[in-house]
């Protein structure tokens, strides 16, 4: 878009608002649309330009996602309430179809939340009537386009600049009535206006007369009464302020325009062109150029943009029904109206009062710039934009409407200036689809043979899997009975050590007993030694017995062969000696066996201390022998000690190694499970391939 159009856009209030969050991009309000390039289609979310949007609505009617909503100035109209600002209402005759029977205690609220005043619209449009037929019948035009529709007064500012002409110079009934008061109705100056309306576009004519401070649309007004819990039932009826109309009443519907300038031009109808709704309206007035060429005209354009009138506009609060329902209530008015005139011609005096020359006038302005920023692409910028739609050959160019343009020119002149893009384009789909289907073809023609491989692949995993789990179950089996002989040998071991232990216990106390023995020894050969010494003792003993009983032998001999020498007298001392002599004899002999005795006892002692003493070496070499075993022992106990600690820590290991195993196993057993699975899977997507290649063979067969 460029910078001019973007100026012209900012000329033009925005109307309806876009939720992006709720948008599709499916392109329906640009194919209701009636004038297209105010929407910009070229990003993931539709998008408005506003300055080309002529507010008619027809895209929020026709979202049915939500996404689009009208914007009106309930927000702005309650804040002046809150602040008790001096305002005036004044509503149009859809109100009746909107309130059915409520449309008077809507003044009742109204008045109460502090309205000075209610106007009725409706006498507004019996003065557009009079502007109408004055302007006709003074200035003799060719034809008279009726303007009370905003949408359609912004279409011919902007897309139909050659129409402004034909425009009704005068206000719209809403206008009018303004005037009206403005003029009319002193009390109410510096009142702000409130508008209320089934028009989102009304806004749009608010700016451009500077006629009204607020556009509050019934739908709006029907939320807020919701929402707020109000009760029209509790208000009064209050009847409208200001002069009241008659059929004009009937201005809402399509038609009415037409029934009330008939009143007073009777056979206008034979010269009136009635028309409604986006899709009939703007074809026409496309057209209507020509025919005013060729003279072929009506006098007056009776025109609305809404199907059923203003009736059912964006902004009223109908729900979805019938035209019959819509339009009872508006045409029971108009019947209550019409028979409290009685008369029609008692209506003239109230508009004679209210008429003035010249104070309904309006002007209007041309707008056609922003249209024209708008870039018409040459020959060869067309025909890359055609390009990139893959549109090469005359039947590509298929005017489908999908892109909701209703013609490929559209959608070029749409793209080339940024509103739109090729991938929207329904050929563009089509060819890329074909591409993609070809592509599609060898995928899958690819992925069918991928998936018999991976099925044969899978089959051979699955064996090896097997085959390993097997493995590491005989590993498993293999190390849980390793765990089992390590476990007891680790016992084994520990007995061991303690019994060991225990052992050396015992050879310390032998070493101990063996040392007291040596201790012993040493002192029986200290005693033998003694012993010998006191034998020896006695044998000297012996040996001066020996010579004692020598000597005395001697002495008894001596003494015998003395008392031989004296006889008788030495007879008793012979005896004497004699017995000396063989006491002394007895005790050499005793001497001499106690001699060899001994001698044999000192041998004997000698052999004995010999022995003890090799004895006490033994047992002092028994000693150093034990001595060494003690320490050999100690350090196999060691030795037992750190196996033990290791064979702990092999345990351990054991135990995680075993835990791993069965880890192991168990993911082997899931892993089968998976693999299992995965084989069903590859089966059903074998399956899905053949399925898929088939519905491929037959799309192809169809194009």
């Not at 200035?139 to 425009?167: F, G, M, N, S, W």
């Not at 009777?266 to 009136?272: D, F, L, N, Q, V």
């Not at 060691?638 to 069965?662: D, F, W």
């Not at 880890?663 to 995965?678: F, G, H, K, N, V």
Request: proline fraction near 4%.
């Amino acid at each position: 878009m460029s910078e001019k159009t973007l100026e012209a856009s900012s000329a033009l209030r925005p109307v309806i608002r876009v939720d992006e969050a709720k948008c599709v991009n499916c392109h329906m309000c640009i194919s209701v649309c009636p004038v297209k390039h105010c929407i910009d289609g070229s990003g993931d979310t539709v998008t408005i330009n506003h300055g080309l949007c002529i507010g008619c609505g027809s895209c929020i009617k026709a979202c049915t996602h939500g996404a689009r909503t009208g914007i009106d100035d309930m927000e702005g109209f309650l804040a002046a309430l809150k602040r008790g600002g001096k305002l005036v209402a004044v509503a149009a005759p859809a109100v009746a179809a909107s309130f059915p029977s409520t449309y008077l205690r809507i003044n009742g609220w109204l008045k109460s939340a502090g309205v000075s005043a209610v106007f009725d619209v409706g006498f507004g449009a019996e003065l557009t009537v009079k502007s109408y037929l004055e302007h006709i019948r003074g200035k003799a035009p060719k034809t008279v386009i009726a303007q009370p529709c905003p949408a359609i007064v912004t279409y011919i500012e902007l897309y139909r600049p050659d129409l402004l002409a034909h425009l009704a110079p005068a206000h719209s009934p809403m206008a009018h009535t303004v005037r009206m008061i403005r003029e009319f109705f002193p009390e109410y100056a510096g009142h702000g206006i409130a508008v209320l309306s089934p028009c989102i576009a009304k806004r749009r004519e608010l700016d451009d007369t500077a006629l009204g401070d607020y556009n509050v649309t019934f739908r709006s007004l029907r939320k807020h009464l919701e929402d707020s819990r109000i009760e029209l039932k509790r208000y009064p009826e209050t009847p409208f302020d200001g002069p009241a109309p008659e059929r004009a009443v009937l201005f809402s519907t399509p038609g009415g325009l037409l029934r009330t300038v008939e009143r007073e031009m009777p056979g206008a109808s034979e010269r009136t062109r009635r028309i409604e709704g986006p899709r009939a309206i703007y074809p026409y007035l496309d057209a209507l150029p020509q025919a005013i060429r060729k003279g072929l005209q009506p006098l007056l354009v009776d025109c609305l943009n809404c199907e059923m009138g203003c009736n059912g506009g964006p902004g009223t609060a109908i729900p979805e029904t019938s035209l019959d329902e819509v339009e009872h209530p508006v045409e029971e008015r108009g019947r209550a109206q019409r028979a409290r005139y009685g008369n029609p011609r008692k209506l003239d005096a109230a508009i004679r009062r209210y008429w003035k020359q010249g104070l309904y006038d309006r002007g209007y302005r041309d707008r056609s710039a922003a249209l024209r920023a708008m870039k018409r692409p040459t020959e060869a910028e067309a025909q890359a934009i055609h390009g990139l739609m893959g549109k090469k050959e005359k039947a590509d160019f298929r005017n489908c409407a999908s892109c909701g343009y209703n013609s490929c020119e559209a959608m070029t002149l749409a793209i080339h200036n940024g509103l739109n893009k090729p991938e929207n384009c329904h050929h563009f789909v089509y060819a890329s689809w074909l591409t993609e289907q070809k592509t599609a073809e060898e995928l899958s023609r690819r992925l069918h043979g991928a998936v018999d491989e991976v099925s044969v692949l899978l089959s051979k995993v699955s064996g090896l899997v097997d085959a390993v789990n097997r493995k590491n179950l005989d590993q498993s089996t293999s190390i849980d009975e390793s765990s089992a002989a390590i476990e007891q040998m680790i016992a084994s071991i520990g007995n061991a050590s303690r019994i060991s232990a225990e052992r050396r216990e015992a050879i310390e106390g032998l070493v101990a007993q063996a040392r007291k023995g040596d201790r012993d020894m040493g002192t029986t050969i200290e005693a033998i030694g003694g012993i010998t010494m006191s034998v020896q003792g006695i044998g000297e003993a012996i040996d001066v017995i020996n010579s004692v009983a020598s000597n005395t032998n001697l002495l008894s001999m001596n003494a015998a062969i003395e008392a031989a020498h004296a006889g008788d007298a030495g007879k008793g001392f012979a005896v004497v000696a004699g017995e000396i002599r063989r006491l002394a004899e007895t005790s050499g002999t005793n001497a001499h066996s106690v001699s060899r005795t001994l001698q044999d006892v000192i041998g004997r002692i000698r052999e004995t201390s010999g022995i003890s003493t090799k004895t006490g070496e033994a047992i002092r070499t028994v000693i150093s022998g034990i001595g060494n075993v003690t320490d050999a022992m100690g350090e196999i106990i060691n030795a037992l000690q750190e196996m033990a600690v290791g064979g702990r820590q092999i345990t351990a290991s054991i135990g995680s190694l075993r835990k791993i195993a069965h880890d192991t196993r168990d993911s082997y057993a899931d892993m089968l499970r998976s693999i299992a699975e995965l084989k069903e899977v590859v089966e059903r997507m074998s399956r899905v391939s053949h399925e898929n290649m088939r519905i491929l063979t037959v799309l192809k067969n169809r194009n």
